[in-house]
C-alpha cells in the first residue's frame, strides 16, 4: 500500500479526518452537533508543499495545480480571516473546478469557523455568498437550510420572501415547523443560531412521522436521528 500523495503536486499527506458520527441534534444550517461539531477547523486538510486544501488532497485531479499557483490562491493567505482559511482555499478550488455544491458548503463551513471565531461581520458576508449560490434551488432540505443562512445573515426580508416561496411549493408537516419557526424568528429579528429539535413539534403531534410513512428523504430521516 502506498501513502498517500497531494494530487495537486504530489508531496506525501497524511489519511484525511474523518469526524465522528454526531450524537446531539444539528442546527438549522444542518451544522452537525457534539462531538463532529467542535472538529470542523480538522475537515479541510492543508498540503504543507503546496498549500492545495481539500477534505482529501489526495483526491484533487492535478488540474487543480494552476488554481494554487495562482495569484487568487496565494492572496486569500492575507486577506481572509485565518481561521476560515482552509475552508476559502477549498471553496475557491470548488468555485474554479465548477463544482458550485462544494463551493456553497465549503463557504458556510467559512462561515461556521467565523461565527467559533466571534468574528463581527465574516459570518454574515460568508452566509450571504451562500444564501446567493443556492438561489432558486429546488432542493427542500438546501431550501430550508437557505432560509437559515438568509435569517442569520440578517437579511430579514429576503429571508421572509424566500419563506414564502417555501411555504407556497406546499411543504410537508415537518417542512411547514420549520417554515413557521424560522418565521417567528425573522419576525422578532434574531440572527442566532438554534437546534432543528427545538424547531419541531414532539414526535407523539406528528403520528406519521413516528411512524416513517413520510420520512422518505435522507434529510428527514437524518433530522428524525437528530
Ligand atoms: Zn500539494
Known amino acids: 500500500m502506498s501513502e498517500a500523495v497531494c494530487g495537486a503536486c504530489g508531496a506525501a499527506v497524511r489519511a484525511p ?4 458520527q454526531p450524537e446531539i441534534a444539528p442546527d438549522l444550517d444542518m451544522r452537525p452537533g457534539e462531538p463532529a ?10 498540503c504543507p508543499k503546496c498549500g492545495a486544501a481539500a477534505p482529501d488532497v489526495s483526491a484533487l485531479p492535478s488540474t487543480v495545480r494552476a488554481v494554487v499557483e495562482s495569484e487568487e490562491y496565494h492572496m486569500l493567505s492575507t486577506s481572509v480571516l485565518e481561521e ?8 475557491l478550488i470548488c468555485e474554479r473546478t465548477g463544482d458550485r455544491a462544494q463551493q456553497a458548503e465549503a463557504l458556510l463551513q467559512a462561515a461556521w469557523a467565523a461565527d ?3 468574528a463581527m461581520t465574516e ?3 460568508l452566509r450571504g455568498e451562500v444564501a446567493a449560490l443556492w438561489d432558486g434551488t429546488d432542493d427542500v432540505e438546501l431550501g430550508l437550510r437557505r432560509l437559515d443562512v438568509l435569517r442569520r445573515a440578517g437579511h430579514f426580508e429576503a429571508a421572509e420572501a424566500w419563506a414564502a416561496v417555501l411555504a407556497e411549493r406546499g411543504a410537508d408537516d415537518l ?3 420549520l417554515i413557521a419557526f424560522q418565521r417567528a424568528r ?10 432543528i429539535s427545538s424547531a419541531l413539534p414532539p414526535p407523539s403531534s406528528m403520528p406519521h412521522v413516528s411512524h416513517g410513512k413520510r420520512a422518505t428523504t435522507g434529510f428527514w430521516s437524518r433530522l428524525l436521528r437528530g
Do not use: E, K, M, Y
Request: charged residues 30%; glycine residues 2%; positive net charge.
Open 84 to 91: 476560515t482559511l482552509p475552508f476559502r482555499r477549498w471553496a
Open 116 to 118: 467559533d471565531a466571534a
Open 17 to 20: 479526518f474523518r469526524a465522528p
Open 186 to 195: 425573522i419576525a422578532s429579528r434574531d440572527i442566532g443560531r438554534h437546534l
Open 37 to 46: 461539531r467542535s472538529t470542523l477547523r480538522d475537515w479541510i486538510q492543508v
Open 175 to 177: 417542512a411547514r415547523s
Open 123 to 125: 459570518p454574515a458576508r
